[in-house]
């Protein structure tokens, strides 16, 4: 049997067993243990826990953990609700500042917590009702919070771009400074698109009797100003090279735990225990993923899949842009289905050297990577912030929620246009700071 014959095999079952419900590490495990015995026997297996073992032995996968703490730390605290209604108070005389603040919060929130369910419900239980209170259609009020909490995975710090740089060996420190702009540029897109629609619809933007004093502006920055510093902070000894990805994830957490028990007076045990416990799983969920990914990985290539898969479409008598195109597509539909973690950890081995042999620089492929990923988190059968919402909002019909995300799919879409017309995007800042890739 042809290894390209083996691979569609290894692509149907894995779908199979994944639609199934079963969790993702294990379906991945079950998978490659499954094709290592049938083609292998039963001898191949002697290897099997240095390979799952090997998939997380490695120090740089130490951040990750740490992120989630400090993102579980701030989910648990009022600060979400804090950042919403600073940005609404210093916003409120911009025309649309409401929708303006409810998209900031999310994208200031994501990169803080690092994780999209937890954006929508933190920004989504303040903020949808706040929109729906005001006027603003019950799509675009759903729509852009969905939207908004896929940031996360794009805007620094990102585990999703941890990940990605593990599994692609590239540095993890470049992805974040590529993911910058792009990031900003979705929330850019996102803001206008909100804008516009809203106009569209008729809303006047006359926000009458929800002005601000001065001192209201100020009393609640002491609240919020401390966790942009350690955004700030994380991000600057990163792209500076004073520490480690894994050094700055440490001391991140630790600070984000100060703080909430300091502003927020989270410090009973009882709740510093339900901190850890939360980040705990998420942890080995992922850990599991990786390392199941790493023996899924060591099966495509024992078996000679990967290798034949890239041989094959280098041969394709394409353009490159076509090509790109392929992938593009590809990835969207695999974001459909699976989460990001586990596309970036199936995938990304495989069509780096291919990305790279005709001519992209890797650094923009993640970031365009990541925006298919995004793309995945708001539609269906998976699309796990719609379901989130729906749940914040039960009255609102899942297909509102999904009309109204659809226009920011498309600006994602948009995104990836600009970032094709345009890499210097997502290229120039990483070069700028940290010279030219070698």
Not at 238 to 243: E, H, I, N, R, T
Not at 365 to 377: H, K, R, S, Y
Not at 407 to 424: A, D, E, S
Request: charged residues 10%; hydrophobic residues 55%.
């Amino acid at each position: 049997m042809s290894p390209l014959v083996i691979g569609v095999l290894v692509c149907v079952s894995t779908l199979i067993i994944l639609s199934t419900g079963i969790p993702v590490a294990f379906g991945l495990g079950l998978v490659a243990i499954s094709f290592l015995v049938v083609f292998e026997g039963i001898s191949s297996l002697d290897i099997l826990a240095d390979l799952f073992f090997g998939g997380i032995a490695e120090f740089s996968l130490v951040s990750i953990p740490m992120f989630i703490v400090m993102g579980a730390a701030v989910a648990s605290s009022p600060a979400g609700k804090d950042l919403y209604e600073a940005l609404d108070r210093w916003l409120h005389k911009v025309p649309g500042g409401l929708i303006i603040s409810n998209i900031g919060a999310c994208s200031v929130f994501a990169a803080l917590s690092g994780s999209s369910p937890a954006t929508c419900a933190a920004i989504g239980k303040m903020g949808i009702p706040e929109m729906r209170k005001r006027g603003y259609p019950d799509g675009l009020a759903t729509g852009a919070i969905a939207a908004g909490g896929t940031l996360g995975i794009l805007i620094p710090p990102s585990i999703t771009m941890i990940v990605y740089g593990i599994a692609t060996e590239t540095s993890i420190g470049r992805l974040f400074i590529a993911g910058l702009l792009p990031g900003l540029m979705l929330t850019v897109l996102f803001m206008a698109w909100s804008l516009y629609t809203a106009w569209r619809h008729g809303y006047s933007f006359n926000e009458e009797g929800y002005g601000f004093t001065l001192k209201q502006k100020l009393e609640i920055l002491p609240r919020v100003l401390p966790f942009l510093i350690i955004i700030a902070g994380v991000l600057f000894v990163l792209y500076g090279g004073v520490a480690t990805p894994s050094e700055a994830a440490g001391v991140g957490a630790m600070f984000v735990l100060i703080l909430v028990a300091v502003i927020y007076k989270v410090y009973q045990p009882r709740r510093i225990w339900a901190i850890i416990s939360d980040s705990m799983k998420e942890s080995v969920m992922i850990l599991m993923i990786i390392a199941a990914s790493a023996l899924f990985s060591y099966t495509l290539s024992s078996l000679f899949v990967t290798q034949s898969v890239a041989e094959y479409i280098v041969a394709l008598d394409v353009n490159r842009w076509v090509l790109m195109g392929m992938i593009n597509l590809f990835l969207l539909v695999a974001g459909f289905f699976l989460p990001p973690v586990a596309v970036i950890l199936m995938t990304a081995p495989i069509l780096l050297p291919i990305i790279e042999q005709v001519g992209f620089d890797p650094y923009w492929f993640a970031v365009v990577f990541t925006i298919n990923m995004e793309i995945g988190l708001i539609t269906p059968p998976v699309g796990l912030n719609l379901y989130v919402i729906n749940g914040i909002v039960p009255d609102i019909s899942l297909p509102t929620i999904l009309k109204g995300a659809f226009p920011f799919m498309l600006c994602m879409v948009l995104g990836i246009v600009l970032l094709c017309l345009f890499p210097q995007i997502a290229t120039w800042l990483p070069t700028y700071m940290m010279g030219v890739a070698l």
